[in-house]
């Protein structure tokens, strides 16, 4: 969550890596096929009920609207805790039974939302929206685009994001550290002393994008603190988040205006870590596409662990397989993964070792063919013409 690739990160540690290896088998390659995934399963359940499959509690429908072409809707459910799930359901305006795609928007340091990067909504984008869009997905709302070329898709908020942030009075408590002002209070002091109601305007989105960014401050140290909590709970971030995914697929998979048999998902960077989680623990996600996000474990040490989210990290991991594996433990359903050659989050050799291994995973569960890999030149992001061809790349497995 903070510092970068760069210089070594562990200094006089430096032998502390190899000398945790000789205590253990880091990493194997043992398990594969039924038992990696019985295993990868294992390590990312939290709260699943089988006999309610991961369903969605008291749903209820919002507002809906149509623009451009694109009908939307407003739902919300209660995943048993904490604040209630908002979402988006995106489809073209018609009445067809469509596949259906989950979109898993990104950590990306921005916690005030979550569905609001990938759509505009009923509202249009949201206050600092444009930003992060520009930055990561090339100023694109691309789960728009995409539910207008012929899928039913599913934008939700999932825990510490959005409808299911901590509060920043709640977040300023347990750090010790003095909570952000409210906005609302915040907006409303400047409108009053502000002479026009254009400067008055001009002031309150200032003001707005300075508050975001100090809530953004504090929930990123808070992310740490969440960590130990699930610690001490049994579980991990991983878990609870891939059980909140596991949720809203399973209400999508139940629309009636979804093909339940023709599910697929798609996310960037945190989002494409959660891509990975439901191919390898959601009976109803038949393909996946992982953006960004993709190495082997191995490879970030000592430099690049300290960008990465809680999320990248489910405890044990190690002992089973490494990162790649647990994208792979849902071969042979079909798997994309685009990778940027320049990525600043992982080195060059961890993105080719996992490349490889994703290959011989592949190869081995009887479906080289359901495995792609595309690499791509640039940074940390989800261009256009990356989101075109995995839009292209879905239509092809869930057709």
Not at 30 to 54: C, E, I, N
Not at 119 to 141: E, F, H, N, Q
Not at 174 to 200: C, H, K
Not at 327 to 343: E, F, I, K, N, T
């Amino acid at each position: 969550m903070s510092g970068g690739p760069g210089a070594d990160h562990l200094g006089a540690y430096g032998d502390w890596v190899d000398a945790a290896a000789r205590r253990g088998d880091l990493w194997p390659v043992d398990l594969d096929g039924a038992a990696l995934r019985g295993a990868v399963r294992g390590m990312l359940t939290f709260g699943d009920d089988p006999g309610r499959r991961d369903g969605p509690l008291g749903v209820q429908v919002g507002r809906t609207w149509v623009t451009d072409g694109l009908r939307g809707e407003e739902v919300s459910w209660s995943v048993g805790y904490g604040p209630r799930t908002a979402a988006w359901v995106l489809r073209p305006d018609t009445d067809e039974v469509l596949p259906g795609v989950v979109a898993l928007h990104c950590h990306g340091r921005v916690k005030r939302y979550g569905k609001e990067k990938l759509s505009d909504g009923p509202d249009g984008p949201a206050v600092g929206i444009p930003t992060v869009r520009d930055d990561l997905y090339d100023g694109r709302a691309y789960a728009d685009d995409m539910a207008r070329q012929g899928y039913v898709v599913l934008v939700h908020d999932v825990f510490l994001w959005g409808s299911r942030r901590f509060d920043a009075a709640t977040i300023g408590a347990a750090l010790g550290r003095a909570p952000v002002p409210s906005e609302a209070a915040e907006a409303a002091e400047m409108a009053e002393t502000a002479e026009t109601a254009e400067t008055a305007e001009t002031a309150e989105t200032a003001e707005t994008v300075e508050t975001l960014a100090q809530y953004e401050d504090l929930a990123a140290a808070h992310e740490h603190l969440v960590a130990k909590y699930c610690t001490v709970l049994g579980t991990s971030l991983a878990a609870v988040v891939s059980h909140e995914d596991r949720v809203a697929t399973a209400y999508l998979a139940g629309r009636p205006d979804v093909r339940p048999d023709r599910i697929g998902c798609v996310g960037l960077s945190g989002g494409g870590a959660r891509a990975a989680f439901l191919l390898a623990t959601s009976e109803h996600i038949r393909a996946a596409v992982v953006v960004a996000m993709m190495s082997t474990q191995r490879a970030l040490l000592p430099q690049h662990v300290a960008p990465h989210t809680w999320m990248f990290f489910p405890p044990g991991l190690a002992r089973l397989g490494d990162w790649p594996d647990v994208a792979a433990s849902g071969a042979p359903a079909p798997l994309l993964v685009q990778y940027r050659r320049h990525d600043e989050l992982f080195p060059p050799q961890g993105m080719a070792a996992a490349h490889e291994r994703l290959i011989a995973r592949y190869a081995a569960a009887g479906g080289p063919a359901a495995y792609t890999g595309e690499f791509y030149d640039g940074g940390h992001a989800f261009s256009r013409p990356m989101q075109d061809r995995a839009f292209a790349w879905l239509g092809e497995q869930l057709a």
